[in-house]
């Protein structure tokens, strides 16, 4: 709600926005836990998906080549894991942009790292993260639109 910084009282939408996000606060909490436990798992799972899909990352002279490369790219995959639980915690994808969308792309570029790989490892991400926590139909309309947010500031 940007009331505040617009010297207003908040709307009626307004306040039936912040309404419906309570309704939702113990789901988010379920599922932030749910993330944090399961971190490694969806990791793990992810890491195994994008390099099928894309194997010549790993192949000699891909950017996933050896050991240290493809840790670091798994880690990324522990960021925006992060970077999910700060807009499904909020309800708002302002974290997400201020932490992590702003300068990604330039980012990853200046690193030689393809964005068509860095917006398949998302979906992948995504994709992990529903296998593993196999949440219900509000949970997943909850966590969805984070991960493709993020896809869409890469795109």
């Known amino acids: 709600i940007t009331a505040d910084d617009q010297l207003r009282y908040p709307t009626i939408g307004e306040l039936e926005t912040v309404r419906e996000y309570l309704k939702t606060g113990e789901t988010r909490i379920k599922i932030i836990s749910q993330l944090k436990n399961k971190e490694k798992e969806i990791i793990k799972l992810a890491g195994k998906k994008i390099f099928q899909l894309r194997p010549e990352y790993i192949a000699p002279g891909g ?10 790219c798994l880690r990324d995959y522990g960021w925006y894991l992060r970077l999910i639980t700060y807009g ?8 997400i942009e201020k932490i992590g969308i702003i300068g990604v792309r330039e980012m990853y570029n200046s690193l030689g790292v393809p964005m068509a790989g860095m917006i398949d490892s998302i979906q992948c ?18 966590i969805v639109p984070y991960f493709d947010y ?4 890469m795109s």
Request: glycine residues 8%.
């Open 88 to 95: 499904v915690l909020s309800g708002d994808k302002n974290p």
């Open 125 to 142: 991400l995504k994709a992990a993260t529903l296998e593993v926590l196999n949440l219900d139909e509000s949970s997943v309309k909850l």
């Open 150 to 153: 993020i896809v869409r500031g």
């Open 63 to 72: 950017n996933a080549a050896g050991t240290l490369q493809r840790s670091l």
